[in-house]
T-cell receptor, first 116, second 111 residues
Framework: KAGVTQTPRYLIKTRGQQVTLSCSPI?????VSWYQQTPGQGLQFLFE???????NKGNFPGRFSGRQFSNSRSEMNVSTLELGDSALYLC???????????????FGPGTRLTVL | GDSVTQMEGPVTLSEEAFLTINCTYT??????LFWYVQYPGEGLQLLLK?????DKGSNKGFEATYRKETTSFHLEKGSVQVSDSAVYFC??????????FGTGTRLQVFP
């Protein structure tokens, strides 16, 4: 069965621009979570979507937003990019919501975003 | 708030050596605990998990026991291989239902 796919794998943008990242979960999975990975802050939870509804959100500014479609695919958008947004953005899918850790999350390879 | 603290890396070992990577946590209630591994150029993979006190998670020769009295979930392996070289992340899911990661520990195993 195909794993979690993320597109694009690499992206270069300039400050002030906006960017949209895409994540296709494993077939049958209805929960998608997004994480930001940087050398300084490590791995930080951005948000979780389940059945097209945002179920949970991390401590990120409103410039970071996301959505989930009826086929469970998810997109993440970052507006007005800042240099500090340069990071590896990871998407993870699971069959059910991240409730008490009962549903295993499967991670994609990530999208490497560089902001110049 | 909820957090995970794991030992700084890199950890450098010879093949067949014993591995311990320390992990302690702060959380209210009874969080679930995880170890994830990230091989070079790849996403994270779940290595093992434990959902209640005294549970032992194990996989591929790695083990970790959920110790509520010491709020710890140390990762161990009796005999590491070169192929175990990767970054290991301790993580927890507290009652807020967010997956919270430690900073990661890089393991380098030399033949």
């Amino acid at each position: 069965k195909a794993g979690v796919t993320q597109t694009p794998r690499y992206l270069i943008k300039t400050r002030g621009q906006q960017v949209t990242l895409s994540c296709s979960p494993i077939s049958g999975h209805r929960s998608v979570s997004w994480y930001q990975q940087t050398p300084g802050q490590g791995l930080q939870f951005l948000f979780e979507y389940f059945s097209e509804t945002q179920r949970n959100k991390g401590n990120f500014p409103g410039r970071f937003s996301g959505r989930q479609f009826s086929n469970s695919r998810s997109e993440m958008n970052v507006s007005t990019l800042e240099l500090g947004d340069s990071a590896l953005y990871l998407c993870a899918s699971s069959f059910g919501p991240l409730a008490g850790g009962s549903n295993e999350q499967f991670f994609g390879p990530g999208t490497r975003l560089t902001v110049l | 708030g909820d957090s995970v603290t794991q030992m700084e890396g890199p950890v450098t070992l010879s093949e067949e050596a014993f591995l311990t990577i320390n992990c302690t946590y702060t959380a209210t209630g009874y969080p679930s605990l995880f170890w994830y591994v990230q091989y070079p150029g790849e996403g994270l993979q779940l290595l093992l998990k434990a959902t209640k006190a005294d549970d032992k998670g194990s996989n591929k020769g790695f083990e970790a026991t959920y110790r509520k009295e010491t709020t710890s979930f140390h990762l161990e392996k009796g005999s590491v291989q070169v192929s175990d070289s990767a970054v290991y992340f301790c993580a927890l899911v507290p009652n807020t239902d967010k997956l919270i990661f430690g900073t990661g520990t890089r393991l380098q195993v030399f033949p």
